[in-house]
């Protein structure tokens, strides 16, 4: 039996990042998540981030134990944490696209979670429709 997982999650930037500041946030990520076997995608829109890590069951805990204390963001929600069979980024340290506005509301799935001041609310019970809007994404980029 796989000891992979899955955990996704979604938080609000302390500022808006510039291309640059992505950039070597990207670059820091994807150098230790190929360490660590970690695979995953990471959206961005307007200092709101949602992110899917997948990786062996006790680094991916500890990994988001230490995400949670990053200080370039807050209000972090957890969407999903579950065991998984196989990998749906098996081949990305760490996808990333960068969205707009309208980019996001013609996507399929889409609901204004990472614009609402209450996001706990808001995801609550919208994890389903979070792992739908991921996966397309995967899909159709």
Same mark, same amino acid.
């Given at each position: 039996?796989?000891d ?8 609000f930037?302390n ?6 500041? $992505?950039? *070597? %946030?990207?670059?820091? &990520?994807? +150098? ?5 076997k970690v695979?995953? =995608? !990471? ?6 981030f949602?992110?899917?890590?997948e990786?062996?069951?006790k680094? $991916?805990? *500890? %990994?988001?134990e230490? &995400?949670? +204390?990053?200080?370039?963001?807050e209000?972090?929600v957890? =969407? !999903? ?12 340290s760490?996808?990333f696209?960068?969205l ?6 013609g996507?399929?799935g889409?609901s ?6 209450n996001?706990?609310?808001?995801i609550?019970?919208?994890t389903?429709e ?12």
């Amino acid at each position: 039996m796989s000891d992979l997982i899955h955990i996704a999650y979604v938080s609000f930037s302390n500022k808006e990042l510039n291309e640059k500041e $992505l950039e *070597e %946030l990207l670059i820091d &990520i994807r +150098k230790r998540n190929q360490k660590q076997k970690v695979t995953g =995608l !990471l959206l961005y829109n307007d200092g709101s981030f949602i992110q899917v890590i997948e990786g062996p069951s006790k680094m $991916l805990i *500890e %990994l988001y134990e230490k &995400i949670k +204390k990053d200080h370039r963001h807050e209000n972090i929600v957890k =969407l !999903l944490e579950e065991p998984i069979k196989k990998r749906a980024f098996p081949d990305w340290s760490m996808g990333f696209r960068r969205l707009s506005k309208k980019q996001m509301s013609g996507a399929l799935g889409f609901s204004d979670f990472m614009s609402t001041e209450n996001p706990e609310k808001l995801i609550k019970n919208s994890t389903k429709e979070i792992v739908h809007l991921l996966n397309n994404f995967r899909r159709y980029t």
